[in-house]
């Protein structure tokens, strides 16, 4: 079945430090793939997605692009700050496809910025 | 405008009660979901909802669980006989066909 794979955590940096969380998948076809972020004390927001292969999804600073060869959608900035500090999940719509259905989650990377 | 609300945001139970989570969606969004985050986990899909019907509920963990939405807004999950290992955030979100807006969550607590 379809499953998401994030690297372990939790990841501390220092502000202005470079930042990537790792996600593979495994899915039905191609489906489109999102990052969602939680803010402590706040509910699960998208922070950017993508909907087919080679796509780059952008929002914030925060940038991650759709590969389909590796079947990953890593998330990248090039400059975090201290307000970064949240919980980031991968996440990818089941059976497939474009639609925003059920969506099946990785289990989380918890990031800390240091000023 | 409002976002998705959940009710209560805390919820501390014994062993063997029943539970009730209401999720209020955002107005005029017909699909609505059901989630459950254990802890240092991703949430895990429970069931969702188009309308009144029930389109999917291959998430359910067994027949402890149950949830309703019989006027296609307000949903209601209830949880039989609740177990230590329910305890977990339970999370409802909402959505018009497009992105899916998560409330704010339920933390259940079973003692």
Known sequence: ???????????????????????????????????????PGEGLQLLLKATKA????SNKGFEATYRKETTSFHLEKGSVQVSDSA??????????GTSYGKLTFGQ???????? | GAGVSQTPSNKVTEKGKYVELRCDPISGHTALYW???SLGQGPEFLIYFQGTGAADDSGLPNDRFFAVR??????TLKIQRTE??????????????????FGPGTRLTVL
């Open chain 1, 87 to 96: 919980v980031y999940f991968c996440a990818l719509p089941h059976a497939g």
């Open chain 2, 70 to 75: 019989p006027e296609g807004s307000v949903s």
């Open chain 2, 84 to 101: 230590r290992g329910d305890s977990a955030v339970y999370l409802c979100a909402s959505s018009r066909a497009g992105e899916q807006f």
């Open chain 1, 1 to 39: 079945g379809d499953s998401v794979t994030q690297m372990e955590g939790p990841v501390t940096l220092s502000e202005e430090a470079f930042l990537t969380i790792n996600c593979t998948y495994t899915a039905t076809g191609y489906p489109s793939l999102f990052w969602y972020v939680q803010y």
């Open chain 1, 54 to 57: 080679d796509d780059k999804g």
């Open chain 2, 35 to 37: 989630y459950r985050q």
């Open chain 1, 108 to 115: 989380g990377t918890i990031l800390t910025v240091h000023p």
